[in-house]
């Protein structure tokens, strides 16, 4: 590799980095303004983030009292006409497919315990998570391994896993090495990718179809659909169909559906109820989420479970958008924040909700 060569790809690999904790990140900069942010109404909060911000569209989306309610907001807090915006919710769509994975385990397809060499075709000498502890984020796995791609979807201004299909995924297992000790909570988009190959294994159709007619034929989300650059807003992810992480990342829903999908986690019935039970203790609470009362305390199927709160949620970000939903089983109370705004920009959308869901249960 020539040293121009070597320099780009250290500068791409650099910031793939920084740019991945976007992913599943509060993504705030700047101590002092962390500071401001915590004594904030959800109004302030809401009203600072769209203050003179010309192109932001954020729906909030609220179950309450067995009722569904949707307002959408525009530069400087407007309340604009109740349309159905179609969002990226990027990691919340681990979500989703970690409920396949429930559906999966109570059809006796997979066993959460087993190691996943029981559902691909891998080297025989290697040791292998089990099923839970990809869902779980305890693998031993990165967020992300380099792939070449990335660099030509840097330079292009692309998703970062645009063009990363599900034989380099199974390459890349095949070539890791990881301990049989417990491993800690580490976020893991690549994990999530390897999950959504086990499931196109055991129901022997690739993960898109898998998830958009589980979409529509069993949840009854026909607005949700796997990515496919279509929607009335701008600045969505290119996919190609086979392309692994869409399992970690590649769902775009619209605020109905989302409510539609917290009403059924509510509801308690399997394999959401399922999906939210919690599996592991993680205690991964950092500093800056405990100052906006945030917390990861245990882990379900994906599912973030704060025990402080009593609120089970997940979050999400892409390039231009980012995504909350929470929900409280015991108050029958959920928020989905829904914005087409950088996880970068201003207070995300994890703040917002979580003030939210603060005080329609006080």
């Given at each position: 590799?020539?040293?121009?060569?070597k320099r780009i790809t250290i500068i791409v690999v650099a910031l793939l980095l920084i740019g991945s904790a976007t992913l599943f990140g509060l993504s705030l900069y700047?101590?002092?303004?962390?500071?401001?942010?915590?004594?904030?109404?959800?109004?302030?909060?809401?009203?600072?983030?769209?203050?003179?911000?010309?192109?932001?569209?954020?729906?909030?989306?609220?179950?309450?009292?067995?009722?569904?309610?949707?307002?959408?907001?525009?530069?400087?807090?407007?309340?604009?006409?109740?349309?159905?915006?179609?969002?990226?919710?990027?990691?919340?769509?681990?979500?989703?497919?970690?409920?396949?994975?429930?559906?999966?385990?109570?059809?006796?397809?997979?066993?959460?315990?087993?190691?996943?060499?029981?559902?691909?075709?891998?080297?025989?000498?290697?040791?292998?998570?089990?099923?839970?502890?990809?869902?779980?984020?305890?693998?031993?796995?990165?967020?992300?391994?380099?792939?070449?791609?990335?660099?030509?979807?840097?330079?292009?201004?692309?998703?970062?896993?645009?063009?990363?299909?599900?034989?380099?995924?199974?390459?890349?297992?095949?070539?890791?090495?990881?301990?049989?000790?417990?491993?800690?909570?580490?976020?893991?988009?690549?994990?999530?990718?390897?999950?959504?190959?086990?499931?196109?294994?055991?129901?022997?159709?690739?993960?898109?179809?898998?998830?958009?007619?589980?979409?529509?034929?069993?949840?009854?989300?026909?607005?949700?659909?796997?990515?496919?650059?279509?929607?009335?807003?701008?600045?969505?992810?290119?996919?190609?169909?086979?392309?692994?992480?869409?399992?970690?990342?590649?769902?775009?829903?619209?605020?109905?559906?989302?409510?539609?999908?917290?009403?059924?986690?509510?509801?308690?019935?399997?394999?959401?109820?399922?999906?939210?039970?919690?599996?592991?203790?993680?205690?991964?609470?950092?500093?800056?989420?405990?100052?906006?009362?945030?917390?990861?305390?245990?882990?379900?199927?994906?599912?973030?479970?704060?025990?402080?709160?009593?609120?089970?949620?997940?979050?999400?970000?892409?390039?231009?958008?980012?995504?909350?939903?929470?929900?409280?089983?015991?108050?029958?109370?959920?928020?989905?924040?829904?914005?087409?705004?950088?996880?970068?920009?201003?207070?995300?959308?994890?703040?917002?909700?979580?003030?939210?869901?603060?005080?329609?249960?006080?």
């Amino acid at each position: 590799m020539s040293k121009i060569m070597k320099r780009i790809t250290i500068i791409v690999v650099a910031l793939l980095l920084i740019g991945s904790a976007t992913l599943f990140g509060l993504s705030l900069y700047g101590k002092e303004m962390m500071k401001k942010i915590p004594p904030l109404s959800f109004q302030e909060a809401l009203d600072y983030t769209l203050k003179d911000n010309e192109d932001a569209i954020i729906s909030v989306g609220i179950f309450q009292n067995g009722e569904s309610s949707i307002t959408v907001y525009g530069n400087n807090s407007e309340v604009l006409p109740t349309t159905l915006h179609t969002y990226e919710i990027g990691s919340l769509t681990k979500t989703f497919t970690a409920t396949m994975i429930a559906k999966a385990s109570r059809e006796l397809r997979i066993n959460l315990d087993e190691t996943i060499d029981s559902y691909l075709d891998l080297p025989a000498d290697k040791n292998y998570p089990t099923i839970n502890e990809l869902l779980t984020h305890t693998s031993g796995y990165k967020n992300y391994y380099f792939e070449l791609p990335m660099v030509s979807n840097f330079l292009s201004g692309r998703n970062d896993f645009y063009g990363i299909n599900s034989q380099a995924i199974l390459d890349k297992v095949s070539d890791l090495e990881i301990s049989t000790e417990d491993h800690d909570y580490n976020y893991s988009n690549f994990g999530y990718a390897v999950l959504g190959l086990v499931l196109e294994e055991v129901y022997e159709q690739d993960y898109t179809q898998l998830m958009d007619e589980y979409l529509d034929n069993e949840l009854n989300l026909s607005n949700t659909h796997i990515e496919n650059n279509t929607g009335d807003l701008d600045h969505y992810w290119a996919w190609q169909e086979d392309d692994a992480y869409l399992a970690a990342g590649g769902l775009v829903p619209n605020m109905e559906d989302m409510l539609a999908y917290a009403q059924l986690q509510l509801e308690e019935r399997l394999p959401f109820s399922l999906a939210h039970r919690p599996i592991k203790e993680i205690d991964a609470t950092t500093s800056d989420y405990e100052l906006m009362n945030i917390h990861l305390d245990t882990i379900g199927m994906s599912w973030i479970i704060d025990e402080e709160n009593e609120i089970v949620w997940h979050n999400g970000g892409t390039g231009h958008y980012n995504s909350y939903l929470g929900f409280d089983s015991k108050t029958g109370v959920a928020v989905v924040i829904l914005s087409n705004l950088s996880p970068n920009s201003r207070i995300p959308a994890t703040v917002l909700g979580i003030k939210l869901m603060e005080e329609l249960r006080d």
